[in-house]
């Protein structure tokens, strides 16, 4: 799937709970890598790049993870444009540019969408797979429309670029889950805290299905909607 609007998405979400990104700081020669996870990374970075960006999957769900693929650290707008940071491929490919390659929000999300691809779903209907039926009936008839953003979010969504569609949803949706049990700023955390979450019960719902299907833990959603 490809991720055009990304950049916007992370900038609402710094927005509203800050984040920092750590670019990689030097020029290096195109090599390849065996990640401890399975696949080969592929870009201009170094044996302890790929360390540092091991240790960042190693911080969410082994199946997740599994998905990937491959990855590839590059900054070919080919990918979409100056708007492109990630993306990930129906095969579980990912590519990320290097500015974001140490970015747990990139790097979660573009995970999340290799494990969402991997239960078979492809369409951004979600009419191709269980897990899509439930999860756009339990969000309702919220994707393709404009919303205004105040103090909180809206529609049981965490930002606009969740209201994209259900695959960007669900990336955005899981990625700030593991945001909250890692530490990062985390949109569900401050919802808990001003005791916003429970308020709207798509939020619920949605973090249930997550539940169901793999995309968290038990105990993590347990612990957010405590």
Known sequence: MLIRSVAAALLL?????????????????VSSYESIHGFTVTGPVSREDVEKFDR???EIDPKIVAAIASVTVTDNADY?????????????EISVRP?????????WHEAVHAYH????????????????????KAAGDVYGKKYSWNAFPTQGLLDEYSSTDYFE??????????????????????LQALHQLKKDPRYVRKLRLLTKYGFISQRLCDEILR
Do not use: K, W
């Open 56 to 58: 960042l999957l190693s």
């Open 117 to 136: 691809f991997s239960l078979g779903c492809r369409r951004r209907s979600g009419q191709d797979c269980a897990f899509g039926i439930e999860f756009r």
């Open 80 to 92: 979409g444009g100056e708007s492109y940071v990630g993306l990930c491929e129906g095969s579980g």
């Open 169 to 190: 949803d669900v990336a955005t949706m899981t990625t700030d889950a593991y945001c909250y049990q890692n530490g990062e700023p985390s949109v569900l955390r401050r």
């Open 99 to 107: 500015t974001h390659f140490h970015n747990p929000v990139t790097i």
């Open 13 to 29: 979400v710094c927005t509203f709970v800050g984040c920092s990104c750590q670019p990689i700081p030097r020029a290096l020669p």
